[in-house]
């Protein structure tokens, strides 16, 4: 597919030298680089995700947000019900 890209006139001296220099086509250095600059994009973005938890100790984390929960009514409820279902008779059966 064919697209019209403005660019600098520096940029397109630069790209004229590579392509004497390595004997390819302005088209495939463009290609090349627009492949090159798309799995870098996708492995920041991958790398953001996880950034966020970098200085982040996930079995504290873990550890601190469980108990915070179980002393809640809510949960400690939820979890009692679920206790007495596994350890009733019918449960045994399923």
Do not use: H
Not at 31 to 57: C, P, Q
Not at 70 to 94: E, G, K, M, Y
């Amino acid at each position: 597919m064919r697209i019209a890209v403005d660019i600098k006139d520096a940029q397109l001296r630069d790209l004229d030298e590579l392509s004497k220099q390595e004997k390819r086509s302005r088209a495939a250095l463009i290609r090349e680089a627009i492949d090159d600059y798309l799995v870098k994009r996708s492995k920041k973005s991958e790398g953001d995700a996880f950034g966020l938890w970098k200085n982040r100790r996930p079995a504290e984390d873990a550890r601190r947000v469980v108990n915070a929960l179980l002393n809640t009514n809510i949960v400690t409820t939820a979890i009692r019900r679920d206790v007495a279902f596994n350890l009733s008779p019918c449960a045994a059966t399923l």
